[in-house]
């Protein structure tokens, strides 16, 4: 008879579980400790200039060193003639065409 009551009493020993005010404060550490891991890394990784992160303070001192503006069509075609990628009348066919689709100057 005891034994048949055993299962049960034993389940009474480990108490009523964490109530629903425990499980709320749980859910608010584990959200704050993601976030807050989230955050660090976002902060300790370096950022490209146009993908994010804080901009640097104008201070006169570079944070960062400056990226290269981007080549224009007509330097990156002189570039190719000037190593010999491309010969003379190619070179003067593309430009024209750069040239009038700019607008003609």
Do not use: C, K, N
Request: aromatic share 6%.
């Amino acid at each position: 008879m005891v034994l048949d009551r055993m299962p049960l009493d034993m389940m009474r020993l480990y108490g009523g579980g964490m109530g629903g005010g425990l499980w709320i404060l749980m859910g608010l550490f584990w959200i704050g400790l993601i976030a807050a891991i989230i955050w660090l890394v976002i902060r300790l990784l370096p950022s490209s200039g146009a993908a994010g992160g804080a901009a640097p303070a104008a201070t006169g001192s570079p944070a960062t060193p400056r990226q290269p503006a981007p080549e224009s069509a007509v330097d990156i075609l002189d570039r190719r003639f000037a190593r010999g990628e491309i010969d003379l009348e190619t070179y003067q066919a593309h430009r024209a065409a750069l040239i009038t689709a700019r607008g003609g100057a």
